[in-house]
């Protein structure tokens, strides 16, 4: 019955890809209404009929939010914070990772659960508590302490995400280098890490999309204009029960620029990762 | 677990507890030992020149009264949508705001929770002015017969109404609920345009028209003794049954409005798609900045009549100061600052008739005696009843509020088509819950 099989799997792959193009849309079409909505002018945002395309192209969102609010600021705050975020992610999390996944302690395997755990507590149950740890610590309202909390979230599954990749390391490789006179910092930049790029990107550019899009901790550790990220200085763009959708639109989409960049540097390395190491440990 | 004992697991777990609630011991001394000696949350106002005068009043009175430097003030911008969580979380951490703006529920919520500052003096001061303040606005802010917060602005939720449909159809502004459904079956074009935006998702606004709408029949939710609950009423019935016509019989009320959030009847009359709507002139102020033409068609009314005569709605805005604050005067002082009539006046002004000032000479002025749109607000300003009418704005009366309990009511009638009364019947239970609950509180 070759013929049949062969059938088969042509309608199995038509209705692979028709799913995919279905996802497709679902994905794109918000990006798509969320471009031609920050171009259009208010009265054909508000008009009657939706328009699928700008009929009267504008760039006054734009204009307004580079006139009427410090937006340049929120972005330099966002890419301080995220940045900052991503380093010491990848530091911290490929230490920890290698510390639990090839040293032998007291309470590994306690703190390796733990980490799954502490990433899976709400931010909307931390928040209090972590505002009164900040409040102490005089962090608020501060870069260092949106970072530092962001370090919260962001260094377990790191670690978490690392330490399954690097299990996935042979350690004859590690042995010949330990017996070869290389210490156990030597081992993990020199073997471990060159070999782990892919598993790398992935945190980095989860580490960084995480911190880029956080809303919850921003918004009410933060106060000033100073320290503002991009995702609190949207919500300026409501007042009371009024939107102002050209210029929030806008803002959405310049703000969604810096995570696509970096997904599209690291993309091949990413969906590598993704398919290793994420599935190992 | 190699080599943990039970001891050890003990130990770490006592260790992890004292690292836990360590910062919570010193919570408290964080408030004294900051660095600012004067911290304000703004709340975005409508307009950018309001908000940059009110910028400017804060650190004219630093410099000027209170003898600050820049650096000892801290003035932060906070999204209204977003300031519930942000305070919350502040006072919870025991570092609130010095001074905010709260909305009439909050001024209740944290009185009643002992958060606020006594300031009847204030209050007391701005009623000594000529004319002195609208009375009305008091309910918002009087807990227990002291002033928890200075009324700010009153806010009236006048009928927006196309005047250029009105006059096409050849009819005048309705002033009965029966003629508002009989002109709006004249001057409506369905799907394009619908007569009246109201608004009837499970939101706030939909809370506040349709109260507004019951009081016409002469129903409220509460007596004034904040205990009695009298949503199960004759009257309330016969409210949501018209409410129930306009939607079902005469169709005058799209019904995507069950679906709408607070901003859906905004967005209805911007986009020219409703002919009435009623909400506060937060609408009127985006069309002065972004739609002049719809707004030279706009006039701003009291709402139509019921068999119980015509009853406005008004919610009061307040300045509140929290007691956890080493300087409790320089945020008294700095209330006083803002309602000095002549500092007051400008920013008021400057919202192009969002806030509705609380000193009544302040109407005398050129800007609200000249444009027509506003002559009824003095009225509106003077007889104008909460939300919560005839009760106060208590926090039993913010939580009705914030879960839609009435919005749930009118679903129930318009969505599941439950009759009016057994609607009101449920709705009754739940609110007497609620208030039942804060009064044993």
């Known amino acids: 019955m070759p013929r049949t099989r062969s059938g088969s799997r042509r309608l199995l792959k038509w209705i692979g890809n028709v799913l995919l193009v279905l996802l497709l849309v679902w994905t794109l079409v918000p990006f798509y209404w969320m471009i031609v909505t920050s171009l259009k002018p208010d009265r054909e945002i508000y008009g009657f009929e939706a328009t699928l395309y700008p009929h009267q192209p504008t760039l006054a969102g734009y204009a307004r939010v580079f006139t009427t609010t410090p937006f340049l600021k929120y972005v330099r705050n966002s890419a301080i914070i995220a940045g900052a975020n991503t380093l010491a992610s990848l530091l911290f999390g490929c230490l920890g990772a290698y510390a639990l996944a090839r040293l032998r302690f007291p309470g590994r395997a306690l703190i390796a659960r733990g980490l799954v755990v502490s990433y899976l507590v709400p931010p909307a149950l931390l928040f209090i508590p972590l505002f009164a740890v900040l ?110 959708w050209g210029p929030m639109m806008g803002a959405a989409f310049l703000s969604a620029l810096p995570p696509l960049v970096v997904y599209l540097i690291f993309q091949r390395w990413v969906v590598k990762g993704l398919t290793l190491g994420a599935v190992k440990g | 677990m190699h080599g943990m004992h039970r001891r050890d697991v003990l130990k770490l777990a006592g260790a992890a507890g004292v690292a836990a609630t360590g910062p919570w011991w010193r919570v408290g001394r964080s408030q004294a030992q900051r660095a600012k000696k004067l911290v304000f949350w703004h709340l975005p106002n409508f307009t950018p020149l309001a908000d940059q005068l009110q910028k400017e009043q804060v650190y004219e009175f630093a410099a000027k009264h209170a003898g600050l430097k820049e650096s000892e003030v801290e003035y932060a911008v906070v999204a209204g949508e977003q300031a519930n969580a942000k305070l919350a979380a502040s ?98 074009s369905p799907p394009r345009l619908f ?96 739609d002049k033409d719809l707004q030279k068609k706009t006039g701003l009314f009291p709402v139509p009549a019921g068999p119980k005569g015509t009853v406005n709605q008004i919610d009061t805005w307040s300045y509140g100061a929290f007691k956890k604050n080493p300087y409790p005067d320089i945020a008294k002082g700095l209330i006083e600052y803002f309602m000095q009539p002549a500092n007051y006046d400008r920013i008021i002004q400057s919202t192009g008739g969002r806030w509705v000032p609380v000193y009544k000479r ?74 039942a609950r804060h009064n044993k509180a």
């Open chain 2, 195 to 290: 007569a009246f935006g109201m608004c009837l998702g499970l939101v706030e606004d939909t809370t506040d028209n349709v109260m507004n709408l019951l009081w016409c029949y002469g129903g409220k939710m509460v007596e004034s003794d904040n205990k009695t609950v009298v949503m199960n009423s004759a009257a309330n019935v016969a409210g949501v049954k018209t409410i129930e016509a306009m939607f079902k019989t005469h169709k005058i009320i799209p019904q995507g409005a069950i679906s709408w959030d607070n901003s859906g009847n905004n967005k209805a009359y911007q986009s020219r798609q409703a002919a009435f709507v009623m909400n506060p002139s937060s609408i009127y102020a985006y069309l002065d900045s972004n």
């Open chain 1, 135 to 244: 409040s102490v610590l005089r962090l608020i309202d501060t870069h260092q302490g949106l970072i530092l909390t962001y370090f919260s979230f962001s260094v377990p599954f790191s670690t978490w995400l690392l330490m399954g990749y690097f299990h996935s390391v042979p350690l004859e490789l590690e042995e010949a280098a330990l017996v070869d006179g290389c210490g156990r910092l030597g081992t993990l930049f020199r073997i471990i890490l060159p070999m782990s790029l892919p598993a790398l990107a992935v945190v980095a550019f989860f580490a960084f999309t995480q911190s880029w899009n956080e809303f919850l901790y921003a918004n009410v550790f933060v106060n000033s204009v100073e320290v503002r990220t991009i995702t609190t200085g949207l919500t300026l763009f409501i007042v009371e029960d009024v939107f102002f």
């Open chain 2, 362 to 435: 302040l109407f005398d002025s050129p800007f609200w005696r000249e444009k027509p749109e506003f002559k009824h607000f003095i009225n509106m300003a003077e007889t104008g009843v909460p939300v919560s009418y005839a009760g106060s704005p208590t926090a039993a009366a913010g939580e009705v509020l914030n879960t839609h309990v009435i919005p749930k009511m009118i679903q129930r009638v318009l969505v599941d088509n439950w009759e009016a009364a057994k609607a009101l019947e449920e709705c009754d239970k739940r609110i007497n819950e609620i208030y």
């Open chain 2, 91 to 188: 006072i919870e951490a025991g570092n609130p705001p010095d001074v905010i703006r709260l909305y009439e529920s909050n001024v209740q919520f944290y009185g009643a929770q002992g958060h606020l500052i006594d300031l009847t003096d204030q209050v007391n001061k701005m009623r000594r002015e000529p004319k002195g303040i609208f009375e009305s606005s008091m309910a918002a802010v009087l807990y227990k017969g002291r002033a928890l917060g200075v009324p700010l602005a009153v806010n009236p939720w006048p009928v927006h109404a196309r005047l250029d449909l009105l006059e096409q159809a050849k009819v005048e502004y309705p002033k009965t609920w029966d003629e508002f459904i009989e002109v709006s079956k004249k001057i409506q």
